[in-house]
């Protein structure tokens, strides 16, 4: 019973490391276009957020090679 929730539960945080993913690397490849008015934009992370792409992208690269199940 334990492991069912301990599954879903890493799932769910699955998808919120996909989304995470997703997200920084929208805002990655819109600071190398321009804006309506001319300028690029920056694209900045700070430690925390740094971090958490890391821990992200390590779980989804380590769900892909063994599987998300215990």
């Known amino acids: 019973m334990i492991a069912i929730i301990l599954n879903k539960v890493l799932l769910v945080v699955f998808f919120m490391a996909c989304l ?8 990655f490849v819109q600071a190398f276009f321009e804006t309506s008015e001319g300028e690029t934009r920056k694209y900045i992370l ?6 958490i792409l890391g821990a992200s992208i390590a779980f989804i690269l380590s769900s ?3 599987g998300i199940q215990i």
């Not at 995470?20 to 805002?27: S, V």
């Not at 700070?46 to 971090?51: C, E, H, R």
Request: glycine share 0%; hydrophobic share 35%; net charge positive.
């Open 20 to 27: 995470n993913t997703i997200r920084h690397a929208y805002y």
């Open 46 to 51: 700070n430690k925390t957020s740094l971090f």
């Open 64 to 66: 892909i090679f063994s």
